[in-house]
């Protein structure tokens, strides 16, 4: 039996985290020449960031099972001008349509210095950066979250999964990740996120 591929990749905007598309979109397969790999997690379509993705099924499990609540972290650009309690409202879990999220951390940062998008982002005001980590990840969920505070989000990118960050990837660029590393992923708990 091959060894198992697990590799990290910076998804771009306008890509899917699937291999495959019917209505013509562009997908992994555009950018990774590998087969029997599988995204654990998704990015929605015009989010960008990093994406792990496998043949492990152990770690696919670990990744995307809600009970593993494994930390993802992000940078999100947001519409409105920055007011920091009205963000700390974010930290407590709130409620949204269908559930309530669970706490999280939130804080304003400088602008990141970061490769553009491909469809850029018009803004129709003024905008501000927020550092964002959850536990959870459902569908939309942080955009959803900013939303319901009065702060679009424009712009959302994934800059860590667990204790494995970007590093030195671009868009559209990939590494294989190492034994220790994949370890890593599969050891890291929710807790990690208090602790901090």
């Not at 950018?31 to 998704?42: M, Q």
């Not at 993705?53 to 995307?64: E, R, S, V």
């Not at 920091?84 to 559930?99: A, D, H, S, V």
């Amino acid at each position: 039996m091959s060894e198992l591929k697990t590799i990290l990749f910076y998804k771009p905007d306008q890509v899917l985290s699937t291999f495959s598309d019917t209505e013509g979109r562009e997908t992994l397969k555009t950018y990774i020449p590998l087969e029997d790999i599988y995204s654990a997690g998704r990015l929605d379509f015009d989010s960008e960031g990093l994406l792990v993705i496998t043949g492990d099924g152990d770690l696919i499990n670990h990744l995307t099972d809600p009970k593993h609540h494994q930390i993802k972290t992000y940078l999100a650009m947001l519409e409105g001008m920055c007011d920091e309690n009205r963000l700390k409202t974010l930290e407590k879990g709130i409620q949204l349509k269908e559930y309530r999220t669970l706490p999280c951390k939130v804080m304003p940062v400088e602008a990141p210095e970061i490769p553009d998008r491909r469809k850029p982002v018009t803004p129709h005001g003024p905008v501000f950066w927020a550092h964002i980590q959850i536990g959870e990840g459902k569908k939309h969920q942080i955009r959803h979250m900013t939303a319901a505070i009065g702060y679009p989000c424009l712009r959302l990118i994934r800059v860590a999964i667990g204790p494995i960050g970007i590093g030195e990837l671009h868009p559209g660029e990939w590494r294989e990740l190492t034994q220790k590393e994949i370890a890593l992923l599969k050891d890291s708990k929710r807790t990690a996120l208090y602790n901090s």
